[in-house]
């Protein structure tokens, strides 16, 4: 009877944690999803509030056989976002792996990026994301982008 004891106690506990785990990857969710419909519909004040202050935006670049990292401010992509465009940019995520420690997430997207309904290019998105006083925000974004050898 101890032993059935212990181990619907054990369950419990886990599956606490598990729901309190989905929850926050809900959150996570929330937030990165927040950032692409602010870009796919032209929303600078949803995209922005996706990214906590001092962000960094970064984007591996291929080039020759070579590559390098070029960084960008977060501020000039929200200016990219809001200024008036005919265009649609949809990037279409896929939530590839989530690690959670406490306050600090870790998400790997893949993505397809489109210019209206135009395949434009894919890669990965690397995010680092805390979660503070406004829930979770972006701190950190890294990218690849590439033509070829996307996912279907």
């Not at 809001?82 to 993505?111: C, M």
Request: with cysteine; glycine share 6%; aromatic share 10%.
């Amino acid at each position: 009877m101890k032993k059935i004891f212990i181990l619907v106690l054990i369950c419990m506990v886990s599956g606490n944690k598990l729901m309190a785990q989905s929850e926050e990857e809900d959150a996570i969710k929330t937030t990165l999803n927040n950032l692409f419909t602010g870009m796919k519909t032209a929303d600078s004040t949803l995209a922005k509030s996706a990214f906590a202050t001092n962000s960094i935006l970064q984007t591996i670049v291929s080039k020759d056989g070579k590559n390098t990292v070029r960084s960008e401010p977060v501020s000039e992509f929200i200016k990219f976002i809001g200024t008036p465009h005919p265009q649609k940019y949809d990037e279409r995520i896929v939530f590839t792996k989530n690690l959670i420690d406490g306050p600090l997430a870790s998400v790997w997207t893949d993505y397809k990026f489109y210019v209206d309904e135009k395949f434009s290019h894919c890669g990965v998105n690397s995010f680092q994301l805390v979660k503070g006083e406004k829930g979770w925000q972006i701190v950190y974004i890294i990218d690849t982008r590439r033509k070829d050898n996307c996912k279907s």
